[in-house]
């Protein structure tokens, strides 16, 4: 019913910043928001950021807080994700979600997945 596509991955220096989208298909009207989730090689899926389908509510990592923004356009059905000042950290393949209830924090609060987009940062 709903499809996700992530675009705007790359290999960006250490204090460099990148754009992350993520567009929506098929039956995507829903009470609830969307969130972003990132995951490196050999470590547990892990929240980012989220927001709320009004797009008055955020939600942040700690490890992203300060560095990263999430945002909206509910007329285009997208959902994006402004990284500044990037760390090698950072570096892992990440994910657009939908929820499917009103939790926000985990992987199993989420209905729908996009198929991922990889971010590198380099030293």
């Known amino acids: 019913q709903v499809q996700l596509v992530e675009s705007g991955g790359g290999v960006v220096q250490a204090g460099g910043s990148l754009r992350l989208s993520c567009a929506a298909s098929?039956?995507?009207?829903?009470?609830?928001?969307m969130g972003w989730f990132r995951q490196a090689p050999g470590k547990e899926r892990e929240f980012v950021a989220a927001?709320?389908?009004?797009?008055?509510?955020?939600y942040y990592a700690d490890s992203v807080k300060g560095r990263f923004t999430i945002s909206g356009d509910n007329a285009n059905d997208t959902v994006s994700l402004q990284m500044n000042n990037l760390k090698p950290d950072d570096t892992a393949v990440y994910y657009c979600?939908?929820?499917?209830?009103?939790?926000?924090?985990?992987?199993?609060?989420?209905?729908?997945w996009g198929q991922g987009t990889q971010v590198t940062v380099s030293s």
């Open positions: 927001i709320s389908r009004s797009g008055r509510r955020t």
């Open positions: 979600a939908v929820q499917r209830g009103t939790g926000w924090a985990y992987p199993y609060d989420y209905e729908y």
């Open positions: 098929g039956r995507t009207f829903s009470s609830y928001g």
